[in-house]
């Protein structure tokens, strides 16, 4: 019966989250209509296809493509209404002396969701020759890579039925673990 209260500090934490969580799930449409449809990721479409990736386990970890552009996900953001802080604060662009760019580019895109399904960044992984394979949403209010783990969004039931948890290295270890029935990955 003790009444809680939040203080400032959690309020706004709690209000940048949930910016945040607006801006990726938005980003993650961006991306994920770019994977589908855009000519440009026929590449990628065939790189993911020939991992063995099926159609349901691509559509249940919402897979995107990050296009080879300095400013694509940037224009449609605006277009939505979010404004370069929005973007630069969420880590889905950088800022410099000339404006924000798209920090994600050229990179098949992972959403990264929280327990509750909340998508709180991405992982992208290079697709050209970037030396930097994996790059990863940096630490914001709605991400924190060392306390999030991905794909327990999907696995947490089936964790519970089996009384155990596997733990893989890898984004498509665990896509493939699940797509090949076994959820507790």
């Known amino acids: 019966g003790v009444p809680l209260s939040e203080g400032p500090q959690q309020s706004e934490r709690a209000a940048a989250r949930k910016a945040h969580v607006s801006a990726n799930s938005a980003a993650a449409g961006f991306f994920s209509r770019q994977f589908q449809e855009s000519p440009a990721a026929e590449f990628v479409r065939e790189y993911v296809a020939g991992r063995g990736l099926d159609d349901r386990a691509q559509e249940q970890f919402q897979i995107g493509f990050a296009p080879d552009s300095w400013d694509a996900l940037r224009v449609y ?71 999030v783990l991905y794909g327990l969004n999907l696995a947490t039931e089936s964790i519970r039925k089996a009384g155990s948890a596997v733990i893989v290295e890898g984004y498509m270890d665990a896509l493939v673990a699940h797509q090949y029935d076994q959820p507790n990955v």
């Open 77 to 147: 953001m605006h277009e939505l209404g979010y404004d370069d802080d929005d973007l630069i604060n969420a880590g889905l662009a950088r800022d410099r002396e000339r404006g924000a760019y798209d920090v994600f580019r050229n990179r098949l895109m992972f959403p990264v969701f929280d327990r509750r399904g909340d998508i709180v960044g991405f992982g992208g992984r290079a697709l050209g020759d970037d030396p930097a394979k994996y790059m990863n949403t940096p630490q914001t209010a709605a991400f924190d890579k060392g306390g």
